[in-house]
């Protein structure tokens, strides 16, 4: 059996849309988060992969999952994000929790409503901010307003990408009742452009990802670490984008994503806002972690 690096994808961290252990992030913490990208990209990729059975793809998650906890060493991924856990006494939770995703992925393609998609986000996406906090030591108290942005950022994903994961996997993370309510099927995801109601369905979407990113407005401000709250910030400003395309753009026919001139204006601008509004507050939240 071949690893499963051979079935990457190609993307890497520099791809995604949002900052991934950029150089906001102290360089101490830097290796452990791309680590912890790494085996999750890996797992993504065997999940997604076009040319693999269900029943592998379940058994080559298993394998990681060996590796992550030691019960094997088939999987470099796992291995090197196995010991990056142990050097800093953290957990494999989050990573076994986005692994459950990723199975999830394999074995239901379609959510019947908003509650489902929010159980999903719950593994697919919620885990990853918790890991970049505990990885800090940040206080668990900002673990609420990190899941409303991770679950944010990951229905911005699925919206983007709805006619792509249609097509290419037949996966649809758009709610079925959200198409029923306005008179559609998932095959209405599969045209060259979005009807009218199609169009009313996603932006009508796009509004309530909304209301979730709303619950994180302060999360940028509850962290103690000044590094993190800046790439926070710039998430966020990101993210906030992107909810205002996908209010008034058609996925299927029209650019929703940001430019590489776009990402790099919200950044240095939103950064230097935040050093700014940081420092004029003059003080940082209280910290109840030690920094492993």
């Given at each position: 059996?071949?690893?499963?690096?051979?079935?990457?994808?190609?993307?890497?961290?520099?791809?995604?849309?949002?900052?991934?252990?950029s150089?906001?992030?102290?360089?101490?913490?830097r290796p452990a988060i791309l680590a912890f990208y790494e085996f999750v990209r890996t797992a993504d990729d065997i999940a997604d992969?076009?040319?693999?059975?269900?029943?592998?793809?379940?058994?080559?998650?298993d394998r990681l999952e060996a590796s992550l906890l030691g019960a094997g060493d088939d999987e470099p991924e796992g291995v090197r994000l196995r010991a990056v856990l142990?050097?800093?006494?953290?957990?494999?939770?989050?990573?076994?929790?986005?692994?459950?995703?990723?199975?999830?992925?394999?074995?239901?393609?379609?959510?019947?409503?908003?509650?489902?998609?929010?159980?999903?986000?719950m593994l697919s996406a919620m885990p990853v901010g918790r890991f970049v906090l505990d990885v800090h030591g940040e206080d668990r108290n900002t673990w609420?307003?990190?899941?409303a942005l991770c679950a944010a950022l990951q229905i911005i994903n699925h919206l983007q990408d709805c006619a792509a994961d249609y097509k290419s996997l037949d996966r649809v993370y758009i709610p079925l009742d959200a198409l029923a309510a306005h008179g559609l099927t998932v095959e209405d995801l599969g045209g060259q452009k979005a009807s009218s109601p199609l169009r009313d369905c996603l932006h009508a979407l796009a509004m309530r990802t909304e209301t979730i990113f709303d619950r994180s407005r302060g999360f940028s401000a509850s962290v103690r670490d000044t590094r993190l709250s800046v790439e926070i910030s710039v998430i966020q400003a990101l993210a906030l984008r992107l909810?205002?395309?996908?209010?008034?753009?058609?996925p299927l026919s029209e650019p929703v994503h940001l430019s590489k001139a776009a990402v790099f204006a919200i950044t240095a601008g939103t950064s230097v806002r935040c050093l700014f509004g940081r420092l004029l507050r003059g003080s940082k939240p209280a910290r109840r972690y030690q920094t492993p």
């Open positions: 059996m071949i690893g499963a690096s051979e079935l990457r994808s190609g993307k890497g961290s520099k791809d995604e849309n949002f900052p991934v252990a150089w906001l992030i102290k360089s101490r913490h992969h076009p040319a693999l059975a269900a029943a592998e793809k379940l058994a080559r998650l142990e050097s800093r006494a953290l957990s494999p939770r989050h990573a076994q929790d986005l692994l459950e995703a990723f199975r999830q992925d394999v074995t239901k393609l379609r959510y019947a409503d908003w509650d489902e998609l929010i159980g999903y986000c609420p307003e990190s899941d909810l205002g395309i996908l209010q008034v753009r058609d």
